[in-house]
């Protein structure tokens, strides 16, 4: 496993890219072995530039897919930021559950994770169960500023009917994550098994899960 070559073209983007794996790295493992997603917003402080973290959430039992907190004031970052990405994981495979529902997916094939990319204009960052580090940079929308405010501007054709919001991008990071825990925490008091919001099964046993439907989105190498 390494940190891997960025991608970013930019040297904010690179700064972006490098502090998402960082914390991606840190939470990926623990994501796997509870069976539950995680996520967070990143900030950027409007001065300094200087990258921070909300706080980190978790899915539960009712709602498998993790709330990343896009829908508080400025997306929860604090006065004096900007919210510009989010971050979570998918710890599991996807598969069916046996009840109609699909879940777990190894990349941005979820409609809501590229729905809260697109809505905020934030760059989505994801950790999934193989390791693999992904990018999704949401289609860029317009704005204008009405009564001071910048609001998006949905695209329309001339007679003044929506167009279809064309899709973003999905670019696979260089380099892998940690997708098990250092040995130190596997035992006595650092463990991380704690409660699964997706059942009792094992990851390896819902990877074998005959109803499992795999249909990933496109990526971008």
Do not use: W
Request: hydrophobic share 25%.
């Amino acid at each position: 496993m390494g940190d891997g070559q960025p991608k970013g073209p930019t040297h904010d983007k690179i700064k972006l890219e490098q502090f998402a794996r960082k914390l991606l790295s840190e939470v990926l493992p623990r994501s796997i072995e509870e069976r539950q997603e995680y996520g967070a917003i990143i900030c950027k402080n409007e001065r300094t530039g200087i990258l921070t973290s909300t706080k980190l959430r978790h899915s539960t039992e009712s709602d498998t897919s993790v709330d990343v907190g896009q829908d508080e004031p400025n997306c929860g970052c604090p006065n004096g930021t900007t919210p510009v990405a989010f971050y979570h994981t998918h710890p599991i495979d996807a598969f069916y559950d046996g009840h109609d529902v699909f879940r777990g997916s190894p990349d941005f094939s979820r409609p809501q994770d590229t729905t809260i990319a697109t809505n905020y204009q934030l760059v989505g960052f994801l950790g999934s169960f193989d390791g693999k580090f992904r990018r999704y940079d949401p289609p860029v929308l317009e704005t204008k500023k009405v009564e001071g405010k910048e609001v998006q501007v949905l695209p329309t054709d001339s007679k003044g009917q929506l167009l279809m919001i064309p899709p973003g991008e999905t670019v696979i990071l260089n380099g892998t994550l940690p997708t098990q825990p250092p040995k130190s925490s596997l035992t006595g008091k650092g463990s991380l098994t704690g409660k699964s919001a997706l059942g009792p099964k094992s990851v390896k046993d819902s990877l074998r899960d005959p109803k499992r439907v795999l249909k990933p989105a496109s990526d971008k190498r």
